[in-house]
């Protein structure tokens, strides 16, 4: 009755993670990454509990937020304008950029990643090499998506074991309690296989 298609799963299985995947949105606003990624088809109603989800965890950041910090941390342009100081890497906005700007950026940084400006779990980021007979033809594309063009960097090398083809971070997670800076979780993020992205949401890349 539930034949296996070849490489994929049973139709069984199909329909039993699918109204898992509908029961835990409506029931716990979990989304499809949150109930793989936290195993909620293996976890009773009093375990799932005990997670934050994403639906909930940005109603959290909302709520903690004021709307411009919101948009601020939402746009990577905005975001990097914020903590300039602390970013000690060349980078551009394409939407700002013109041409001379572009080819001032490529000719110091043959390779950049490209990031689009509003976009999450490494969605629109790509490693990019420029030769000189593609320029106009990068500029004009880049012109029409809002995006950050960001300077390559070299990472640690006890990181670089890790995935040595993308740069691999920690992400740190604080709330601000008065003028208190509190760490309420922090995450190691690594690429898988050739990737250049620290992010397992993007295993097709």
């Not at 936290?38 to 994403?54: A, H, M």
């Not at 939402?74 to 572009?102: G, H, I, N, P, W």
């Not at 390779?111 to 106009?136: H, M, N, P, Q």
Request: hydrophobic share 35%; charged share 30%.
């Amino acid at each position: 009755m539930y034949k296996n298609e070849p490489g994929g799963i049973n139709l069984f299985y199909r329909i039993r993670y699918g109204m898992g995947i509908v029961w835990n949105y409506l029931r716990y606003k979990a989304t499809i990454s949150d109930y793989f990624e936290l195993r909620f088809f293996e976890k009773n109603s009093k375990e799932k509990k005990e997670y934050l989800t994403s639906k909930d965890g940005l109603r959290f950041a909302q709520y903690v937020d004021s709307q411009e910090v919101f948009t601020q941390l939402c746009s990577k342009k905005e975001m990097y304008r914020e903590l300039k100081k602390y970013v000690k890497r060349d980078q551009l906005y394409s939407a700002e950029s013109t041409k001379e700007d572009f080819e001032k950026f490529v000719d110091k940084h043959n390779s950049f990643l490209y990031k689009l400006d509003v976009a999450d779990c490494g969605r629109g980021i790509e490693k990019w090499t420029v030769s000189k007979g593609s320029i106009e033809d990068l500029y004009n594309k880049f012109k029409k998506s809002p995006a950050v063009l960001d300077e390559l960097v070299t990472q640690h090398q006890e990181l670089s074991k890790l995935n040595p083809s993308s740069v691999n971070t920690i992400r740190i997670f604080t709330v601000m309690i008065g003028n208190e800076c509190e760490i309420i979780g922090a995450a190691l993020r690594m690429g898988v296989g050739d990737t250049v992205i620290d992010n397992y949401c993007r295993l097709d890349r």
